[in-house]
């Protein structure tokens, strides 16, 4: 469900609301270290939250209004959590709360459509790791294409598609006749054609 995402193309206004929530999110980072005793619960706690990401998706139903409700809940305050947790240790990377932590990390806020300094921050930390070797490159083209669509610009890697009413298929792409060598660049697997008949149900 990566990429069933509403489109809104941002103002001047909403860019300045963002800019400026991104600047208040770093400056709301601890300028002291962190001890990795301090962390081991928080990592254990993030992975708890990623369970319930996932389990509010694999139970949603566009039919139940109970499994709407329940992904909305979840989301929230999985993304509120997550907040605090970025304010006490800063971004929950692989090297602070583990890989399987940081990536529950990622996902909440991939899932964070309506937080876009946040989705931003944890780009650069998304980045930042997986350009170390220490995350895979699918969570980065996630995110970056994510970004890039919820600003209404091409995405790079193809990993986002739009279900409406016109249809299923990949979100525009920026270069269509290399999506495919961009994907093998970040280790994305299969191939586009396959990946959006996949995503579309259309095997």
């Not at 971004?91 to 890989?99: H, N, Q």
């Not at 490159?137 to 970056?144: K, V």
């Not at 209404?152 to 739009?162: A, D, L, N, R, S």
């Amino acid at each position: 469900m990566h990429g069933f995402t509403l489109l809104k193309r941002p103002g001047t206004r909403q860019s300045l609301r963002r800019l400026a929530g991104l600047a208040l999110l770093v400056c709301a980072l601890p300028s002291q270290g962190w001890a990795l005793e301090d962390v081991s619960a928080y990592s254990e706690e993030l992975i708890a939250m990623f369970k319930k990401d996932q389990d509010a998706r694999k139970n949603f139903d566009r039919d139940d209004p109970r499994t709407i409700d329940n992904l909305i809940e979840t989301d929230k305050n999985n993304l509120a959590r997550l907040k605090e947790i970025i304010k006490a240790i800063g971004w929950p990377s692989v090297d602070k709360v583990g890989a399987k932590a940081s990536e529950g990390a990622f996902f909440i806020a991939q899932h964070a459509v309506t937080d876009w300094p946040l989705m931003e921050f944890a780009l650069i930390h998304v980045e930042a790791d997986y350009r170390a070797g220490k995350s895979p490159g699918r969570n980065y083209a996630l995110m970056y294409d994510r970004i890039n669509m919820l600003h209404g610009k091409p995405q790079k890697y193809g990993t986002q598609i739009v279900n409406n009413r016109d249809g299923c298929g990949v979100y525009q792409l920026e270069d269509a006749g290399k999506a495919d060598i961009f994907r093998q660049e970040v280790g994305l697997t299969p191939d586009l054609k396959t990946y959006e008949a996949k995503m579309c149900g259309k095997r």
